[in-house]
């Protein structure tokens, strides 16, 4: 895909004069990525299941972002990645929302992706599949961690695989002290390919990305909270929800308009950040599609069972 938009915008530079070709280039590249985000929709819509609900509370401007697959532990289908992607559009435009809280149903976070999603993904590899999923997710999950709002991801059971790079999407983490957080991406034969990789290395530093990711090892919630990973711990007796929204509270006191300069106040500071981002995740997903589908991966998802 890149290869062919730099031969064709290489072509329109050598006929065009420059005024013409910018424009020209303009109209190239959006047909180029509604071409791209069709493709994307057609391969995601093929896995429905499940939905991702967002309850809005005008009142206190705070939201709760479900996923709402229980029977999989939440696993996210290729309809629930849509269906993530239009409550993102509904917080981006929510004039009193001040913060997100992010979590799964029934006190679990999220299994990563759905099984079936990654055999079929893997399997239209010489398609390009795990590319399409990979930038469609890398999108949605960056729009969501540049969102005018405070966010916190409400972490318990598990979160593993793609379920651990969503966690990384959020401004804060409330974990459970028994959460299962797990970066287990290598034991399946994979990398991270939702953004989660380039994430986690801008929150905990390179040498605590790099050993999560290698070990793919499971943390519990202290543990997260030790290496950075986590902001606040509950226990079993304490109820998730209202924890939750007890620590984002704490930032979402003033009005919304306030709460969204500050917050973006800080996504303005990290900018040149964010420019680089999509450059990083460009390469995470040519990463990503390197082992999705290959060898290890067909392996692991044929003999899997659970972590
Ligand atoms: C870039 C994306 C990369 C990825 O995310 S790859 C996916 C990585 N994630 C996994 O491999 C998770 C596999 N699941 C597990 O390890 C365990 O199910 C898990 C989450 C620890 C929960 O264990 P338990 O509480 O004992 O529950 P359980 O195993 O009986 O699961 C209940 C039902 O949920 C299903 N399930 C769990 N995770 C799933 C998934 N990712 N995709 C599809 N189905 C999944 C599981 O098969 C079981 O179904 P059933 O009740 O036996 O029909």
Redesign the pocket.
Known sequence: MASLRHALIRSFLIKRGPDETTKRLLTLSSALNSELRQKQIDLLSKYPGGCVDLEKNDKTGIAVLTLNNP??????TGSMMIDFEKRVEDLESWEKGRGVIFKGSGN?F?????????RAVGEGKDSGHPSL??SF?QNITSRFFNLPLITVALVE??A??????LVTCCDFRVVSSSA?IGF??A??G?????G?GVRLVNLLGRLKALQLLSSASIIKGFEAQEIGLADEIFGEFDDSLETATSFLTNYTKFAPDVIKAMKRVVINASRSDMQSVETLNTKETQI?QSL?GGLANLE?LNK????
């Open positions: 029977t999989k532990k939440n696993a996210l679990t999220c299994s990563g992706a759905d099984l079936n999603v990654a999923m990979s997710m059971g598990a593993l695989g793609g379920g651990a790079e299962n287990v991406q034991r399946m994979l990398s991270p390919g939702w989660g990503f999705c692991a899997k069972s659970k972590f």
